[in-house]
């Protein structure tokens, strides 16, 4: 069993960043590909970024060239930072973990998931 626990949100004005983390339980991390989602009021859950146990790292276009997708496995922490946030990134940012595949973005891919957290771009 896993947990994950993820922080960092808040709220930022539009062209402001923010680094969000998430700690994982467990002493097997550095074989989890982890993933970041994300959902925005009124929208289904999406996929945002991911980074396989071999570091090799994916994202969405939504995502692609402002945020970036990193670990560290010593920390068991990946993290999410956002660059020029937009009012279109406000959403609540999950994160996600699959033992074993190397690359996943789908939902139905990832076995454990945290809590969420908030993260609110003002124009």
């Known amino acids: 069993q896993v947990q994950l626990v993820e922080s960092g949100g808040g709220l930022v004005q539009a062209g402001g960043s923010l680094r969000l983390s998430c700690e994982a339980s467990g002493r097997t991390f550095s074989s989890y590909t982890m993933g970041w989602f994300r959902q925005a009021p009124g929208k289904e859950r999406e996929f945002g970024a991911a980074i396989s146990w071999g570091s090799r790292t994916y994202y969405a276009d939504t995502m692609k060239g402002r945020f970036t997708i990193s670990r560290d496995d010593a920390k068991n922490t990946v993290y999410l930072q956002m660059n020029n946030l937009k009012p279109e990134d406000t959403a609540v940012y999950y994160c996600?973990?699959?033992?074993?595949?190397?690359?996943?973005?789908?939902?139905?891919?990832?076995?454990?998931w945290g809590q969420g957290t908030q993260v609110t771009v003002s124009s």
């Open positions: 996600a973990a699959v033992y074993g595949r190397y690359s996943a973005n789908r939902e139905v891919e990832y076995d454990y």
